[in-house]
């Protein structure tokens, strides 16, 4: 079993840099694409052999050093009594969006084997075959309270963010039963046999730290609280979110997720106590491979010598990516980090800001 | 005259904080509506007497402190060769993108007066009548690029990013002609009275720290040169870009615009030298005032004491907005600014690190 993301997660010494990418497993992979000229997402998540296929696929193709369950954000909702369908290039619509404390009532609590029973069962068949840890997922509340009320994918969340302001008691309740909804879910998914989970707040980063600090991030304590005594990482990422690192740090997580518009150095610096999860531009994995291994490289340098980096994307895999160039930026991340200095123990934390590689924003190269 | 605006843009000392909206221009005032009934905003920017009466509507409605040039990012591009038209719902729309090389030979020279004739005539119109300074701009090379190479608003600037990776040369003499475009265009706009210039750099924030310093700061630092001698102050705005502004304060601006998503103490903090402009959440003037206001204040508490502070929306004013509460919220900023401690002099800066308001992002209310 090859446990070197588990060990970084938990800022243990590894033998190299653990590397897996978001949405790994989709439409970059062409065995991906052959599974979905037959069936559609939904019909993929509630098809357990399907949907551990589809996990693997990358696992096997790119030498990735974790799979990720593969769901939609979304998927759980119908459990509480959304109903919503996923339309080829909108992502999910939500039938009757949610906008008061009257709809509200229509929510009913969540069942993990009666909403989800075949993606834990999907966990258990992966479990059984996989030779690297199952990471379990979920939405985070802001972002699948944000297609509740938006209806859609919405990335200014602005009815969202207008309802927090206008009708506090209303986002509230939103809040806590989807933290509710994703406790359940998520502890489900470790009871079948995920040893690790994410939770993604896609739209988090259209929050102010003020709105975060005190709308947002009381729930997400509570739903890091509710899994506490599982003894597994737990991984938290946003996007758009370096204003915001510290206050979801202070939210809860093991892992912070980067995503690439802040220096992984930087990020880190803020981040005491934290492993690191990221943080390569996806888009550059639609260029010439030099440039995304530059890039590698550098982020790779800055996390250099200290225990708790998990290389990833900065977001998901885009879907003109190469699969061949996924599994060169796998191999080199696992022989730069082979090269990297001795691995220092989790209990020593040297600090970046007094280090040469603190500034990660400072010049990259000696052309600027 | 009024010109605490200017004076905070110099970091020396004013009798309140000075206070501009992002589009406050635009379709949340009635009276810009219905001018817009009658005219398309290509007509406006043409049109002298209209041009300078649009610009000067949210002065008398809203009691601003300064003017900003009402015209769209675009407006200088058929200048240099470019077809484009403003679609209703969608913004501008090139005819031709640029992807080669061969597509930048199509590009001419920058004649600012046979170019925005109009528009700087509406300049000297504005300042024949204004009694606050007027704010001239421009968008930021990268932002224009993302227009050219997209063909049109590109949230992700993906086509834009893979051209610096895949074709770095064409990428480069873009925004070598961008950057001459934009200096000649300034440098025409502060010629007939434009008192104070602001970069708006609204797709920046898609860029990791690498590809801003390398491939765009360069660029950045020639416009800035390009404009040294004259004299006005120059704002560096950019959206998400919490992770990138000590790049973008590197590249040049003596006032940086902080969009919503970083407080403005933690942003502050790390932008020594320079004033601020920012940051209060645009979507919170959708909501009940009292919400606005609340982190008005906060804002505020934020940039106490301190010379430099310029109050603004994080992005521009939403059009859905109540242009009675924006006209109160500048009667908060001054209220509130007006009781602030006594303002020191540009000279004086204390250590935000070590005074207790840096930490901006720490808790902002008893309830969290």
């Known amino acids: 079993m090859n446990d070197r993301f588990l060990r970084a997660c938990r800022r243990e010494s590894v033998d190299t840099t653990p590397v897996w990418f978001m949405r790994q497993a989709g439409r970059s992979l062409p065995e991906y ?16 052999a399907l949907c551990a296929e589809v996990t693997l696929q990358p696992v096997r193709r790119l030498g990735v050093d974790a799979a990720i369950l593969f769901a939609d954000i979304t998927t759980p909702l119908p459990g509480i009594g959304v109903g919503l369908e996923i339309v080829d290039g909108v992502g999910p619509v939500i039938d009757r969006p949610i906008r008061s404390a009257e709809d509200l009532s229509r ?18 068949l992966i479990r059984r075959e996989a030779e690297v ?11 699948l309270a944000s297609y509740l009320v938006e209806g859609r994918s919405s990335r200014e969340a ?25 406790v359940g879910y998520l502890r489900a998914q470790v009871a079948a046999g995920a040893q690790a989970v994410q939770l993604f707040d896609s739209w988090v980063g259209t ?24 003894d597994v990482p ?22 912070i997720g980067l995503d690439w518009r802040i220096g992984l150095g930087d990020g880190w610096a803020i981040l005491p106590g934290r492993a690191v999860q990221g943080n390569l531009d996806p888009s550059l994995l639609l260029g010439p491979f030099e440039a995304a291994a530059e890039q590698g490289r550098w982020i790779l340098d800055q996390a250099a010598g200290r225990p708790g980096h998990i290389f990833n994307l900065g977001h998901g895999v885009l879907p003109g990516t190469d699969p061949d160039d996924l599994r060169r930026m796998v191999e080199l991340v696992h022989e730069t980090g082979r090269r990297s200095p001795e ?12 280090s040469p ?6 010049c990259p190269t000696p052309s600027c």
């Open 33 to 48: 694409r052959a599974v979905r000229e037959r069936a559609t997402l939904a019909e993929i998540t509630n098809d357990p």
């Open 107 to 124: 929510l009913r609590a969540f069942d993990a084997e009666a909403a989800v029973g075949p993606l834990l069962e999907a966990i258990r």
């Open 133 to 143: 840890p199952l990471i379990g997922f979920a939405g985070a509340p802001f972002t």
């Open 158 to 182: 602005i009815a969202l963010k207008t309802l927090l302001h206008a009708d506090p008691a209303t986002f509230e309740a939103l809040m806590a039963a989807l933290v509710d909804m994703t």
């Open 207 to 230: 929050l102010s730290p003020f709105d975060y600090r005190r709308s947002v991030a009381p729930h997400m304590r509570r739903l890091f609280a509710g899994l506490a005594d599982l």
């Open 234 to 255: 737990t991984i938290h990422f946003g996007t758009g979110s370096a204003g915001l690192l510290p206050a979801m740090a202070d939210a809860g997580g093991d892992v």
């Open 343 to 354: 691995r220092s123990a989790a209990s020593q934390e040297p600090s970046l800001l007094s």
């Open 357 to 362: 590689n603190s500034r990660s924003d400072s």
